[in-house]
Structures are given as C-alpha cells and as structure tokens.
C-alpha cells in the first residue's frame, strides 16, 4: 500500500516538502538515531552489568525498579519535563526566586526541541537494560572471571570478553529502542521537534494530502527496515556469542564504590520515575475536583470501550498466529518475524496505510469504513499481536502434548478440545495477553488520534490535546491513569522474574 501510493505523483507537495521538511527531517532523524543509541547503549549496558553482576548496597530494592520507566508513555514524561524546564515552570520560576539572575544554561537546553532526546534515551533505555543484564546473568560473569584470571585487567576484560558475549542481546536491545524512537509521535510533537511522524501527521490533516502523508510514511519505513536487517544481521553474525552457563560470584562493591553504584541507580530512577511522578502528584492534586468531572469520565469509557475491542482483536489473533505456528518451527518462524515487523511499524504509518486503503475500499464497496472504528481495531491488531502471540506462545511451550492427545484419543471434536483442553491450559497466558494488549491500546496515540471516528476521545487524545494547549495540570490527572495502566505490563514483567533481583 505504501509503494501504491507513489503512482500517484504529487509534484506541487513535494517541490514544497522536499525544499523546506525533507533536510530538517532526515537530519533530526539522523540526530535521533545517533543520540538516543549512544545514551540507551551507554545507560543500559552499564545499569545491566551493575545489576548483574556486582553486588552493593540497596541492590536487591532498587533493580526492579529500574524497569519502571517502560509504565511511562514518553508523551507523558515529555509534557512533564517541558512543564517543568519552561522559562515559566517550577524549576526555572524557583531558581531565579531563590538565587536571581539567569537560570543555567542546561534547563534552557533541556525546554528547547532536541531536549526531547533525553526524554527518549530515559523511556527508553529499559530495552536495553533487560536484554544485556540476562545476558550478563546468562555467563558474562563466569567469562569475566575466566578472563581475570588469566591476568586481564577488568575494563580490558570486560571490553574484549563480557561486552562481545552479550553483543547480540545489546543490538537487539538497541534496535527495539530506535524503533521505538522512530515510531514516536507525542513526546517529538510536545516538543517541537520535527520528524517523520509528525510530518506525516501534520501532511495528511494539516495540508489534507493523504497520499503524500503516505508517500512520505514510506520514507520511514526506509529506516525502519535498514534496522531489521541491521539487527538481524547482527544477531547472525554473532549469535554463536551468546553464552549459557551459569553465572559465576558477583563482585563485590563495598565503602564508596558500592555507594556510587547505588547512587547512579537511584539517580536513573529518580531522573526518570520519581520526580515525573511527583510533579503529576503536585499538578494533579489541587485541580483533582475540576478534572474529575463527566468528560474525564466519558474519555476513561471510550478507552475502556476501544481497549476492550482492541484486546480481545488482538489475543484472537494471536490465537490464530499460534495455532498457525504451533506444528511447523519453520513456519513457526517466519510468522513471527511477520509478527514484529507489526510491532515494528510506527502508530503513524499504519494510520496513514489504513485510511488510504480503507478509502480505495469505501470508493469501490460504497461502504464507510474509514470513518468507524473498524480501521482503528485492525491497526490495533497489526501492532500489537506480537504482543499477544508472546505469552500465549511462552504458556503453549510448557503444554505437555499427552494432555492434548488422551482428548483426541477420546474422540471428541476438534472444537470441543479446543473449549475444554485448549483454552483452559492456555488460561494464565490468554490473561497475560489481554491485559498486556489492553494497556497497549490505551497508552497508543498516533494511530488512534489519527483513526478514531469524529468527536472520540480517548486519555491519549485527551492528553495530546491539553498538552497542545499547555493545560499541564489538566493533563495530570488523564497522565495518571495512564501511568497506572501502564504499571500492569511491568508488574507482569517483574512477577515474571525476568527482573528480579537474585
């Protein structure tokens, strides 16, 4: 659909685009990319080998907090710190009230446009952390041992022999996050920052091109694809790399460096939890009665209403997907690598993919799809089936098959097994994936801002729009919600034991 779209020639949007949007952003793009893969791969692998393999003061408390950042949509942290660090806001409005003068020289940095880059590299360093750190876990540490006794120093050690064994989780950390960064939309447009999601956003409902808006979502997807194959290239080349023994003594930190450790931790998630969530606290609390009223009411239902719909569409077809892939490894494979690339997909381009579709459909068929809430559940359901497929997946492999076959040996039908074997031995993931789908529909914005039928408000839109507004405190409280939602994902993530301290 996207490379139908370019049969369609649109020389005057282009002679403008490609003259006055397109440099800004390629370069932004490419400022993006360098930025936030230097600040996650910095932060993650160093936050991962602190919690892998060292052992310090406060340890077993603070690494599962570390993970906490991922319950914060990025459009929630960037209208935040933007409330925050504005010439107006609270820091800077205290600073001068307490010390006069100017205010430094790094809140201003921080309130301008490419200060969101801190705020993409803290929301999304997590992807990082959590695949390096079982990677370390996994034997980088009896590696690290290994190499030291054999008398290598322990930054050349770890260089040359711990970092090179956990490469291929880091790089497939590391494309998560860019993916992440690129498919972005609330957090750049809150700033000001200029990117191909916004661009495609303002294209298509700001200038009513929704064939360049396509055309130019096809020029995304560019990227988006060079970092798959980057990715799999990578994890090609090394996968012999990754180890699987079991990891040796953790070192020990003790007096200063122990306590340096913990502090760079409590730092992480002070910069990037508790002083967000305090300052919702602060905005939220004496304007609470006025945000409580029917409208907020009526936006929490039609996110519960298009959660609901999203989530049971998306566990079906994960449903579908696993039973597609259950026999066949090879299938089993290719299907998923389908899957993410769904995932991989900005909320914008689906948006811009859908509609265009949906139009060409509506033109032929006479119907009016493109209007209801169909295009939105199925641009759900592209999206966030991986998301699904990944618990039922997980739960379906510790199905033992006898189970499965004494119910065929009994003769009864297929659809019976399915109902009384199938689906209750599936129950714990089928729980998993909906919440985990439901939440991510409710925190998605691009694609529901731009899909959603006239007048149909949901937190995310909610929030976009008083952000635009710079209603900081009236967006507290829709933020808040979020916030709580997207804790359900983490809290699985951290009951899982994939993060837990040991």
């Known amino acids: 659909m996207l490379a139908a779209s370019w049969s369609q020639p649109q020389a005057e949007i282009w002679a403008h685009l490609s003259q006055f949007l397109l440099p800004r952003l390629i370069g932004h793009t490419l400022l993006m990319?360098?930025?936030?893969?230097?600040?996650?791969?910095?932060?993650?692998?160093?936050?991962?080998?602190?919690?892998?393999?060292?052992?310090?003061?406060?340890?077993?408390w603070l690494d599962p907090l570390l993970v906490l950042p991922l319950a914060f949509p990025t459009y929630v942290?960037?209208?935040?710190?933007?409330?925050?660090?504005?010439?107006?806001?609270?820091?800077q409005t205290s600073w001068r009230d307490w010390f006069g003068g100017?205010?430094?020289?790094?809140?201003e940095a921080l309130s301008r446009p490419s200060g969101v880059l801190l705020i993409l590299v803290l929301a999304f360093y997590p992807y990082v952390y959590l695949l390096a750190r079982a990677a370390f876990i996994g034997g980088g540490l009896a590696a690290f041992e290994a190499s030291r006794s054999l008398g290598e120093g322990p930054y050349r050690t770890f260089l040359r022999t711990s970092l090179p064994m956990a490469r291929p989780a880091v790089v497939a950390g590391l494309a998560l996050a860019l993916m992440e960064a690129l498919a972005d939309f609330g957090a750049v447009s809150i700033y000001g920052f200029d990117t191909f999601t916004t661009a495609i956003y303002r294209t298509w409902l700001g200038l009513f091109n929704l064939t360049a808006a396509v055309q130019l979502a096809s020029i995304l997807m560019l990227f988006v694809l060079l970092l798959l194959i980057a990715e799999r290239f990578s994890r090609a080349r090394h996968a012999g790399r990754a180890a699987r023994r079991p990891s040796g003594h953790r070192i020990r930190l003790d007096g200063p460096r122990g306590w340096a450790a913990a502090a760079l931790q409590l730092a992480v998630i002070a910069l990037a939890v508790l002083l967000p969530l305090v300052q919702l606290l602060v905005w939220a609390w004496p304007d609470l009665s006025v945000a409580i009223d029917e409208r907020l009411a009526e936006v929490v239902g039609n996110s519960m209403v298009l959660g609901l719909?999203?989530?049971?569409?998306?566990?079906?077809g994960g449903l579908m997907l696993l039973a597609a892939t259950h026999h066949t490894s090879a299938r089993q494979v290719m299907l998923g690598e389908?899957?993410?690339?769904?995932?991989?997909?900005?909320g914008t381009v689906l948006a811009v993919a859908i509609m265009f579709a949906f139009l060409r459909f509506d033109q032929l068929a006479g119907t009016a799809l493109a209007g209801g809430l169909t295009a939105l559940v199925i641009a759900y359901l592209i999206?966030?089936?991986?998301?699904?497929?990944?618990?039922?997946?997980?739960?379906?492999?510790r199905i033992r098959p006898e189970y499965v076959e004494?119910?065929?040996?009994?003769?009864?039908?297929?659809?019976?097994?399915?109902?009384?074997?199938?689906?209750?031995?599936?129950w714990p993931g089928l729980v998993t994936a909906f919440l985990l789908a439901l939440v991510e529909v409710a925190k998605e914005m691009p694609a529901t801002l731009m899909l959603r039928p006239f007048g149909w408000e949901t937190l995310a839109v909610r929030i976009y729009e008083l952000t635009a507004e710079g209603q900081w405190e009236m967006a507290a409280v829709p933020a808040l919600i979020l916030v709580v939602l997207?804790?359900?994902?983490?809290?699985?993530?951290?009951?899982?034991?994939?993060?837990?301290?040991?």
Do not use: E, K
């Open 33 to 60: 990319l360098a930025v936030v893969g230097v600040g996650v791969s910095v932060l993650g692998i160093g936050l991962a080998w602190l919690s892998a393999c060292c052992d310090y003061p406060l340890r077993r």
């Open 77 to 91: 942290l960037a209208f935040i710190y933007l409330g925050m660090l504005d010439y107006a806001g609270p820091v």
């Open 102 to 107: 100017a205010t430094p020289w790094l809140f």
């Open 309 to 316: 719909f999203g989530a049971v569409a998306v566990v079906c």
């Open 338 to 346: 389908i899957a993410a690339l769904g995932y991989a997909i900005p």
């Open 383 to 397: 999206r966030f089936v991986r998301v699904a497929w990944g618990p039922l997946d997980s739960v379906a492999g």
């Open 406 to 426: 004494v119910a065929r040996s009994l003769g009864v039908s297929r659809w019976y097994r399915l109902w009384r074997v199938n689906l209750p031995l599936l």
């Open 486 to 502: 997207g804790a359900i994902p983490v809290a699985v993530l951290i009951r899982s034991g994939r993060v837990r301290a040991i």
